[in-house]
T-cell receptor, first 115, second 111 residues
Framework: GAVVSQHPSRVICKSGTSVKIECRSL??????MFWYRQFPKQSLMLMAT?????????EQGVEKDKFLINHASLTLSTLTVTSAHPEDSSFYIC???????????FGSGTRLTVV | GQQVMQIPQYQHVQEGEDFTTYCNSS?????IQWYKQRPGGHPVFLIQ?????EVKKQKRLTFQFGEAKKNSSLHITATQTTDVGTYFC???????????FGAGTTVTVRA
């Protein structure tokens, strides 16, 4: 089946620093990947759509300068949380699918804690 | 925009009993997908329903897509401790790929 690898799985960083999260499709090419944020006991909130070779599209209310997305190849998308603050602490998950008619495969998620 | 509503939010079930979680959309969906997220884990794709009135089974799980393609349900029979987790339904937006997730039904099982 389709495999999506995400790392790091956990990261603790100091307030004001930046953190990069990687999402890789291991056995398929993904021109589009999605980045979600999930707060404890809540649903997944789509943050942005990562498009290979072009700019990401962000959902309303998501600061594009704070959450930088790069999708430089067909198998890798990165999310950089810039100048992180404690309120950015959350569970970030990426997803992609092999093609239409397939379900989405999620990465294992990154639990970010900003101290 | 399209919204997917899911109830109940919590379901506490006696082992061996059945339960159902329901999903409703404000608009007609081209398809609906179901995911399961174990505690501390990430969502895992269970199934996709496409046709009006479609019913699919996976062992003790029965998934149904409404005739109007605006609602769906997941019924689990003879609940086991392995069924613990949060079940999400998700529907695509107008561009057919951006998913909108329901709030999820978190299932706990008492032995």
């Amino acid at each position: 089946g389709a495999v999506v690898s995400q790392h790091p799985s956990r990261v603790i960083c100091k307030s004001g620093t930046s953190v990069k999260i990687e999402c890789r499709s291991l056995d398929f090419q993904a021109t589009t990947m999605f980045w979600y944020r999930q707060f404890p006991k809540q649903s997944l909130m789509l943050m942005a759509t990562s498009n290979e070779g072009s700019k990401a599209t962000y959902e309303q209310g998501v600061e594009k300068d704070k959450f930088l997305i790069n999708h430089a190849s067909l198998t890798l998308s990165t999310l950089t949380v810039t100048s992180a603050h404690p309120e950015d602490s959350s569970f970030y998950i990426c997803s992609a699918r092999r093609g239409r008619g397939y379900g989405y495969t999620f990465g294992s998620g990154t639990r970010l804690t900003v101290v | 925009g399209q919204q997917v509503m899911q109830i109940p939010q919590y379901q506490h079930v006696q082992e061996g009993e059945d339960f159902t979680t329901y999903c409703n959309s404000s608009t007609t969906l081209s398809n609906i997908q179901w995911y399961k997220q174990r505690p501390g884990g990430h969502p895992v794709f269970l199934i996709q329903l496409v046709k009006s009135g479609e019913v699919k089974k996976q062992k003790r799980l029965t998934f149904q897509f409404g005739e109007a393609k605006k609602n769906s349900s997941l019924h689990i029979t003879a609940t086991q401790t392995t069924d613990v987790g949060t079940y999400f339904c998700a529907g695509p937006g107008s561009n057919d790929y951006k998913l909108s997730f329901g709030a999820g039904t978190t299932v706990t099982v008492r032995a």
